[in-house]
């Protein structure tokens, strides 16, 4: 199953100027406690997709809301001259096909 297909609702942001969060929300508790400790969501392959160290991803599981964060660093800082997504609300898309 896809991410996209796994998950309500995925969406990123900023975390400040310097950090990236992706929010996935899970339909249930069932699908919570299925997927959030899925491989593709290890530290491992969110850095192997956007190019970062793997110890410098952090997730934070918040099962009360079925929710896992994922927060990583931005390659460059928000605003720079080669920003191409000032908000972060595009970073999600990397995910979506992801095998859970």
Not at 77 to 99: F, I, T
């Amino acid at each position: 199953m896809r991410l996209a297909e796994a998950c309500r609702y995925v969406r990123s942001k900023n975390a400040g100027p310097f950090w990236i969060t992706v929010d996935l929300f899970f339909p249930d508790r069932a699908a919570y406690d299925r997927y959030v400790d899925a491989a593709a969501l290890q530290p491992e392959r969110i850095a192997a997709l956007f190019g970062i160290a793997a110890e410098e991803v952090k997730r934070f599981p918040v099962p009360e809301l079925q929710v896992l964060k994922i927060s990583y660093p931005r390659q460059r800082p928000q605003g720079g001259a080669l920003e191409r997504d000032m908000h972060g609300g595009q970073q999600y898309v990397r995910l979506l096909d992801l095998e859970v």
